[in-house]
Structure formats: C-alpha cells, structure tokens
C-alpha cells in the first residue's frame, strides 16, 4: 500500500484525504451521514484520537506518517491475507500482531509481539508448521491459519516474551562494563524539535546525550549517540541504527513543549500496546527507573510513565524508553534545563537507572540513594 508522505489534517482536501477517510469508515471509526469524502473535517479529526487514543500513538488528530501506517496496519484481520517474511519490507499488522500472540500462547516464542513479520516470527511459524506436520515454510497461508485456528493453547500464564527479555537482564550480570547502550537525541538538522526560552530542543538533547555518554564511557559501558550533532536521521534509521549495535539498552532524549506555557514535568515511554497485551515487560521496568530517579533528584513535575507504540520504541529489539525532560515552553522547566548542573543531574539519574536494570534486588539501592562512584563496572 502507497502511503501518502505528508502530514493531513483539519482543513486538508484531495486524493489522499479521500483515502484516510475511507480507511477510517471501513475501520468503523467515522460513520453516520460523513458523506464529504475528501475533506479532512472536524469529525475525521475526532476519529483520528480517537484511534490514535486506542492505539497509544501521540492524540493530536493529525495523520503523519506513523498514524498513517497505525491505520493501514488495522484493516488486517489474521487470515486476510498470505503471512509471509520479506527481509526488505517486513510485512505489519493487525493480523501479524495476532499471529504472534498465538504463537506465543501456543509456545511457540517470538522475540517480541510487536505486528511485524520479522525472521524470529518465521522461525515461529516454521516451528509450529513442523509441530503440526504441515509443510514448514513459515509462510502462513489457509492450511497454517486452519490450524491455528483449531489448536488449543496447552498452559496459560508466564508470557514467554517477557520471562526472556528478564532472563536476558540476568544472565547479562550486574557489572556495567562490556554492556552497550544507545543514546538517542531527539530531532536534529533542520528538526529542532520544542523551542521555548532561547532554547531549543535538538540542542538539550545533544548535550544530555553527550554528557551520558561520557559517564557510560567512564563506567566500562560501549555508548553510542543514533545522530551526530547537526544529524537528523528519521525514526527509523535510529532503530536501526540500535538494532545494529546489538545494544543491551536503548534511551531517546527529548524535551516536551506545549502551547499552554502552564505545561510541565518530566514523562518516560516504554513500548506497550493494549492489543493483545504487548508490552515490553524490561522498558517497563527501565521506564520506571529512569522516571523515578530523575523525580527523587530534581524538582521536576512527575508526569509518570506511559506505553507508547512509537517507531523507535517498537522497531528496537531491545528494552528502550524515551524521555520527556520538562518542557522548554515553560518557565520553570526552562530555566532548570538551561543549567549545565541541572543536566548533569538528569545524566546522572539515566546513568545509574541504567545501572538498576541490572542489579539484583538485593543489591538494589534506594531510589536517589547510588551515587556514579558507587556503580558495579
Ligand atoms: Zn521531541
């Protein structure tokens, strides 16, 4: 499917209009006397939260390219059409998302239910096709999908997915050093990203990373920045980029704005999406370390962590979360992050979150208690 590059919303008219539209009316989403078709109207935008809301994606009844893909992913119901892998296109969906879920259920592991048919589905499928004494492709044509459909799981509980990604915490041991962790500054380029109070976006997230990295780097830790300092790679590039690092953590740096300057705090993303229960059990985990040691060691407004589906949470394979440090369109929070000390407080605050992944309970320190000289490198 063609996906219009570009950004739609209230007010915009024409062919792609048309197509959104439509694609909103089949998912039920947009019904009852909407007979203008290609006008993006007041009531496509309300569709568009509302989905946007449904599917943990950012509600702002805009259809950009990450929204556009969410839409065209959620027509396909599993059996719609032939499953197959294609390494340079990966084939997503509703109906991979239910695939894998399945799978998962039935034993048959996948590395993270996340509605894209990558080669660890494959293996997946062949798997089960071989159990089930069908020819083992790992394609997913009428003969699979029957059979999917007639087996029952045997035990429930214990989602396999995420007792992995734990096991993996574990075996990779408490020490820092020899670990690998990806830093991501949000924008860059042209994208500055928020821009409040002389300062902008793109700049604070580079600095933090670099700060970052110099800590990780004097730890033992491999740190790599996704962009250099007047970079501005797309979403998707980033999670490549990590995925080829093989890192063992993932942390995007942003700063929120806001058109209300009463905005403020400081928010951590993990992936997550309410379909089918798919969560990433680790970021979670990650997420909550890492929002909760920057509250305890500053006076910023505590916004929580959320579940997110964006691309750089979802297309990493390892635990990732993206962060909102305060908004540079408010007073308060503006002033904070202009402050060299104050960003060498959030580093410090990622860095030893970091180090919390791994350290068994009992070793474990109080939330704003472990100090950089106390890490296990
Ligand atoms: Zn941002």
């Given at each position: 499917m063609e996906s219009p590059h570009g950004v739609y919303r209230i007010g915009d008219r024409g062919e792609a209009v048309a197509e959104i539209v439509g694609k909103l009316q089949r998912l039920g989403l947009l019904t009852g006397g909407h007979d203008v078709y290609d006008v993006y109207d007041e009531a496509t935008a309300h569709a568009v939260r509302g989905f946007q809301q449904q599917r943990g994606l950012m509600i702002d009844g805009i259809v950009g390219p990450q929204t556009y893909s969410a839409i065209d992913d959620a027509r396909w119901r599993l059996g719609d059409r032939l499953l197959t892998y294609v390494p340079t296109h990966p084939l997503s969906g509703d109906d991979v998302l239910a695939l894998q879920a399945k799978l998962q259920e039935l034993g048959f592991a996948v590395a993270r239910v996340d509605g894209i048919f990558a080669a660890d589905t494959q293996r997946a499928v062949t798997e089960f096709q071989r159990n089930m004494g069908l020819p083992a492709d790992g394609t997913c044509g009428p003969s699979t999908f029957k059979a999917l459909q007639r087996i029952r799981p045997m035990a429930t509980g214990g989602r396999p997915d995420a007792l992995r990604a734990r096991e993996a915490v574990r075996a990779a041991g408490?020490?820092?050093?020899?670990k690998t962790v990806v830093i991501d500054p949000g924008h860059g380029g042209f994208d500055h990203g928020w821009e409040g109070y002389g300062l902008r976006e793109s700049d604070i997230a580079y600095d933090l990373a670099s700060r970052i990295e110099g800590r990780l780097g004097a730890t033992g830790v491999r740190a790599y920045l996704s962009r250099g300092r007047d970079q501005g790679p797309d979403e998707l590039s980033r999670a490549a980029f990590a995925n080829e690092t093989d890192a063992n953590l993932c942390v995007s740096l942003h700063t929120d704005g806001s058109m209300n300057p009463e905005a403020q705090g400081v928010a951590t993303y993990f992936y997550g999406n309410d379909l089918h229960g798919a969560t990433s059990s680790v970021g979670e985990q990650f997420a909550g370390l890492v929002q909760r040691e920057i509250v305890a060691r500053t006076d910023l407004l505590d916004c929580r962590t959320h579940a997110k589906t964006w691309d750089l949470l979802r297309r990493t394979k390892m635990p990732a979360v993206r962060l909102e440090i305060g908004y540079v369109t408010n007073p308060h929070d503006s002033a904070r992050l202009a402050d060299p000390a104050f960003r060498d407080v959030v580093a410090e605050s990622i860095v030893v979150a970091i180090q919390r992944v791994y350290l068994p309970p009992e070793q474990d320190a109080a939330t704003g208690m472990l100090r950089l000289g106390q890490l296990t490198v």
């Amino acid at each position: 499917m063609e996906s219009p590059h570009g950004v739609y919303r209230i007010g915009d008219r024409g062919e792609a209009v048309a197509e959104i539209v439509g694609k909103l009316q089949r998912l039920g989403l947009l019904t009852g006397g909407h007979d203008v078709y290609d006008v993006y109207d007041e009531a496509t935008a309300h569709a568009v939260r509302g989905f946007q809301q449904q599917r943990g994606l950012m509600i702002d009844g805009i259809v950009g390219p990450q929204t556009y893909s969410a839409i065209d992913d959620a027509r396909w119901r599993l059996g719609d059409r032939l499953l197959t892998y294609v390494p340079t296109h990966p084939l997503s969906g509703d109906d991979v998302l239910a695939l894998q879920a399945k799978l998962q259920e039935l034993g048959f592991a996948v590395a993270r239910v996340d509605g894209i048919f990558a080669a660890d589905t494959q293996r997946a499928v062949t798997e089960f096709q071989r159990n089930m004494g069908l020819p083992a492709d790992g394609t997913c044509g009428p003969s699979t999908f029957k059979a999917l459909q007639r087996i029952r799981p045997m035990a429930t509980g214990g989602r396999p997915d995420a007792l992995r990604a734990r096991e993996a915490v574990r075996a990779a041991g408490p020490r820092l050093s020899g670990k690998t962790v990806v830093i991501d500054p949000g924008h860059g380029g042209f994208d500055h990203g928020w821009e409040g109070y002389g300062l902008r976006e793109s700049d604070i997230a580079y600095d933090l990373a670099s700060r970052i990295e110099g800590r990780l780097g004097a730890t033992g830790v491999r740190a790599y920045l996704s962009r250099g300092r007047d970079q501005g790679p797309d979403e998707l590039s980033r999670a490549a980029f990590a995925n080829e690092t093989d890192a063992n953590l993932c942390v995007s740096l942003h700063t929120d704005g806001s058109m209300n300057p009463e905005a403020q705090g400081v928010a951590t993303y993990f992936y997550g999406n309410d379909l089918h229960g798919a969560t990433s059990s680790v970021g979670e985990q990650f997420a909550g370390l890492v929002q909760r040691e920057i509250v305890a060691r500053t006076d910023l407004l505590d916004c929580r962590t959320h579940a997110k589906t964006w691309d750089l949470l979802r297309r990493t394979k390892m635990p990732a979360v993206r962060l909102e440090i305060g908004y540079v369109t408010n007073p308060h929070d503006s002033a904070r992050l202009a402050d060299p000390a104050f960003r060498d407080v959030v580093a410090e605050s990622i860095v030893v979150a970091i180090q919390r992944v791994y350290l068994p309970p009992e070793q474990d320190a109080a939330t704003g208690m472990l100090r950089l000289g106390q890490l296990t490198v």
